[in-house]
C-alpha cells in the first residue's frame, strides 16, 4: 500500500495492510510535526508532492527493502497539504517473520524516503517562511 | 520542440508558476535544459541541487529529451 494524502492518516489501515499470519513482528514508524526549528517557533508545514514520481519512488524503495529483507508487507502513507505541530506527517509499516528485519526495514524506508521522494516542506514561522534544506550550499551534484 | 516543464518547491516560486514552457532542440540534454534554466531564472543556481525529473524518474545530466516527456524541476526534497 502506498498513499499520498491530504487528509489525516489512519495509523491502523496503514498497520493492517502490513498483516500477515507469518508475522512476527509489524515495525511502525510515525513522523510528526515539530514545533521548532532552528530555534524558532513552527505555526505550520505546507507539504507539496509530486505524486506520480512520489508514488514511483517510494515503490522502488519498498522493491528494494523487499529484496534486502524477507518482509511480508509494507505500506507508506505520506500526508501532504497544511499540517500543525504534533500531526502526523508521515507512516509507514513493516512486518516481517523477526523484529530484526521489520526494524531493519523500516529504519531503512523513513531513511530513503527523506533523499529520493520528490516531497518539499515549508516551515511557517511567526516572522516568515522557508523551504527545508534547498538553500545554499557550495556543493552540487547532479548525478 | 516546446517543453513544458512543471516546478515544485522552491524552484515553482523562483519560477513564479507551476509549469514554464521553454522551445528546445530536439535531443537536448538535461545539463543543457539546466544550464538554459539557470540562464533564465539564475536564483535556480542558488539552490543545493537541481536534479531533473523525466516521465516521473531522476534523469542523468546526459538523457536526451523528446517531444512529449514530462519533465519536472526537483529541488532539494524535504518530505517525512
Known amino acids: 500500500m502506498i498513499k499520498i494524502t491530504e487528509k489525516p492518516i489512519d495509523i491502523q489501515k496503514v498497520i493492517d495492510a502490513t498483516s500477515s499470519l507469518g508475522a512476527g513482528a509489524v515495525n511502525v514508524f510515525i513522523g510528526t510535526v515539530r514545533n521548532t526549528a532552528h530555534g524558532k517557533n513552527v505555526v505550520w508545514l505546507e507539504y507539496e508532492c509530486y505524486e506520480s514520481m512520489a508514488v514511483a519512488e517510494i515503490r522502488k524503495i519498498m522493491d528494494e527493502a523487499s529484496h534486502r529483507w524477507p518482509l511480508l508487507g509494507a505500506a507508506v502513507s505520506h500526508r501532504v497539504g497544511t499540517l500543525k505541530p504534533g500531526e502526523v506527517s508521515v507512516v509507514i509499516a513493516v512486518s516481517a517473520p523477526h523484529r530484526k528485519d521489520s526494524f531493519e526495514a523500516c529504519q531503512y524506508i523513513i531513511d530513503t524516503l527523506k533523499v529520493k521522494v520528490p516531497i518539499w516542506k515549508k516551515e511557517i514561522f511567526e516572522d516568515g517562511e522557508e523551504w527545508i534544506s534547498a538553500q545554499p550550499n557550495m556543493e552540487r551534484s547532479y548525478n | ?80
Not at chain 2, 523562483?14 to 538554459?36: D, F, P
Not at chain 2, 534523469?59 to 512529449?68: E, K, M, P
Open chain 2, 1 to 80: 520542440m516546446k517543453c513544458t516543464i512543471k516546478a515544485f518547491g522552491i524552484s515553482r516560486d523562483i519560477l513564479g508558476q507551476r509549469e514554464t514552457i521553454m522551445e528546445v532542440s530536439e535531443g537536448c540534454t538535461v545539463a543543457e535544459l539546466r544550464a538554459m534554466l539557470f540562464h533564465r531564472f539564475p536564483r535556480l543556481q542558488g539552490l543545493r541541487s537541481l536534479f531533473v525529473a523525466v516521465n516521473s524518474e531522476y534523469a542523468n545530466d546526459t538523457r536526451l529529451l523528446a517531444a512529449g516527456d514530462e519533465i519536472a524541476l526537483i529541488p532539494p526534497v524535504s518530505g517525512g
